[in-house]
């Protein structure tokens, strides 16, 4: 199962709020928060490439590093692996979820809701 550290966490959540960006650009936006040396950034950055999480271009002399997948697609894929590691079965695990109601706010249980509703209405129609 693939493992985040904080800090690969933390540097991603900056590439997804302020997008691609070179080793530079996100040094700039960790050093505010972080008492990490540029090198730990460019190593953080390196290790998130290898794990499948960013892309890269070469741009100059320097990488272009961009998020792979959303923040959705990985919270996602995340869960998947969870859930298999643990046989769980999708549709309990879901229930469990919503059941945790101090976690999800009434607008996204509704949302969620309705998610529902028209995922049911698209298998009915397929059956």
Do not use: C
Request: no cysteine; hydrophobic share 35%; charged share 30%.
């Amino acid at each position: 199962m693939m493992k985040l550290g904080e800090l690969e966490t933390f540097v991603l959540k900056l590439i997804w709020e302020f997008g691609k960006g070179s080793v530079k650009d996100v040094y700039q936006r960790v050093k505010p928060k972080r008492a990490v040396t540029r090198n730990t950034v460019q190593s953080t950055l390196e290790r998130l490439y290898r794990k499948g999480l960013l892309t890269r271009q070469k741009q100059a002399h320097a990488y272009i590093y961009d998020s792979r997948l959303t923040k959705e697609q990985l919270t996602a894929q995340l869960l998947g692996q969870l859930m298999s590691d643990f046989d769980s079965d999708p549709s309990m695990t879901i229930a469990a979820f919503v059941e945790q109601h101090d976690v999800v706010s009434d607008a996204k249980m509704q949302q969620l809701r309705q998610w529902l509703e028209t995922i049911k209405k698209q298998e009915s129609g397929n059956a």
